[in-house]
């Protein structure tokens, strides 16, 4: 379950804002993780919710802003929406692409 170690480093540089601006509790955190990231966002909240316990953090909510999937058209030469790794580009067929 790698969305322990994101929660954690996501709580660290928390830390270290708090630390660089001298903030001393943290209300909201807005994270922006892409579709094909490969994360589970439930499992990212379950972790940072344990993470965060008895820090600067503490009773923080996570917000998650999914961002859609866009890879590189290398035939296309351009920015393509993608739902899926492996997906064909919607736009000209081409699997030269760039995630």
């Known amino acids: 379950m790698h969305e ?3 929660a954690e480093s996501v709580l660290a540089a ?11 509790a943290v209300r909201a955190v807005r994270l922006e993780i892409g579709r094909l990231a490969a994360v589970e966002l439930d499992a990212l909240r379950f972790a940072f919710d344990v993470v965060k316990r008895g820090g600067i953090a503490d009773g ?37 692409l760039q995630v």
């Open 4 to 6: 322990m170690s994101l």
């Open 14 to 24: 928390i830390e270290e804002a708090a630390r660089a601006q001298r903030f001393a």
């Open 60 to 96: 923080a909510r996570l917000d998650i802003v999914e961002v859609p999937g866009a890879a590189w058209c290398m035939r296309c030469c351009d920015t393509v929406p993608l739902a899926a790794r492996g997906d064909a580009c919607p736009r000209c067929g081409s699997h030269q």
